[in-house]
């Protein structure tokens, strides 16, 4: 079947500009993650949709960063007035529930110049 | 502090050799998980582990769990061009299960 899809697979912004990056997850997952992954820094977590629940929104950098998930699917993180440290590949991830393999999609390269 | 600490960093092997990649856990952990990543390409799931002592293995890739749940090594078993990437480890923690750390990641090139 078709796994975590992510678009776009490159983005390229200037310094202050809004950005939108979009996750589709495995059919039938209902938790999601984000995570970014810098140049020497490794992965970092964002932010998990579990379900119904409130997010966990613990690793947000900053309030310039916000994610939503519609209708239990699809989910958007939004990057507001973007920076150049924000430059990194962004990964989405999905998991039928907590417990459980997390399969990652392929990621959206981020670059702020 | 960094919660999971992988050793090596790196790695070089001749193909066929054996090797090992470590991931400790400062405190007890719900899920181990181990991933690997080609360079500009996202990560592939390779497997889970979840009970102490358990030990689980996909064609030439063997992982274990230790019995307190806080170490976890990826053994490969007569390395191939196509092992070479990174392999992250996992884990996520029973205060805040589904929310994975990972490790900095070990670097593995076999040479042909």
Same mark, same amino acid.
């Given at each position: =079947?078709?796994?975590? /899809?992510?678009?776009?697979?490159?983005?390229?912004?200037?310094?202050?500009?809004?950005?939108?990056?979009?996750?589709?997850?495995? /059919?039938?997952?209902?938790?999601?993650?984000?995570?970014?992954?810098?140049?020497?820094? =490794?992965?970092?977590?964002?932010?998990?949709?579990? $379900?119904?629940?409130?997010?966990?929104? /613990?690793?947000?950098? /900053?309030?310039?960063?916000?994610?939503?998930?519609? $209708?239990?699917?699809?989910?958007?993180?939004?990057?507001?007035?973007?920076?150049?440290?924000?430059?990194?590949?962004?990964?989405?991830?999905?998991?039928?529930?907590?417990?459980?393999?997390?399969?990652?999609?392929? =990621?959206?390269?981020?670059?702020?110049? | 502090? #960094?919660?999971?600490? #992988?050793?090596?960093?790196?790695?070089?092997?001749?193909?066929?050799?054996?090797?090992?990649?470590?991931?400790?856990?400062?405190?007890?952990?719900?899920?181990?998980?181990?991933?690997?990543?080609?360079?500009?390409?996202?990560?592939?799931?390779?497997?889970?582990?979840?009970? $102490?002592?358990?030990?689980?293995?996909?064609?030439?890739?063997?992982?274990?769990?230790?019995?307190?749940?806080?170490?976890?090594?990826?053994?490969?078993?007569?390395? #191939?061009?196509?092992?070479?990437?990174?392999?992250?480890?996992?884990?996520?923690?029973?205060?805040?299960?589904?929310?994975?750390?990972?490790?900095?990641?070990?670097?593995?090139?076999?040479?042909?």
């Amino acid at each position: =079947g078709a796994g975590v /899809s992510q678009s776009p697979s490159n983005k390229v912004t200037e310094k202050g500009k809004d950005v939108e990056l979009r996750c589709d997850p495995i /059919s039938g997952h209902t938790a999601l993650y984000w995570y970014r992954q810098s140049l020497g820094q =490794g992965l970092e977590f964002l932010i998990y949709f579990q $379900g119904n629940s409130a997010p966990d929104k /613990s690793g947000l950098p /900053s309030d310039r960063f916000s994610a939503e998930r519609t $209708g239990g699917s699809v989910s958007t993180l939004t990057i507001q007035r973007t920076q150049q440290e924000d430059s990194a590949v962004y990964l989405c991830a999905s998991s039928l529930g907590v417990v459980g393999g997390k399969y990652f999609g392929p =990621g959206t390269r981020l670059t702020v110049t | 502090s #960094q919660e999971l600490e #992988q050793s090596p960093q790196s790695l070089i092997v001749q193909e066929g050799k054996n090797l090992t990649i470590n991931c400790t856990s400062s405190k007890t952990l719900y899920g181990l998980y181990w991933y690997k990543q080609k360079y500009g390409e996202g990560l592939i799931f390779l497997m889970m582990l979840q009970k $102490g002592g358990e030990e689980k293995s996909h064609e030439k890739i063997t992982a274990k769990l230790d019995e307190k749940k806080q170490q976890s090594s990826l053994h490969i078993t007569a390395s #191939q061009p196509s092992h070479a990437g990174i392999y992250l480890c996992g884990a996520d923690f029973p205060s805040n299960t589904g929310k994975l750390i990972f490790g900095q990641g070990t670097t593995l090139q076999v040479k042909p």
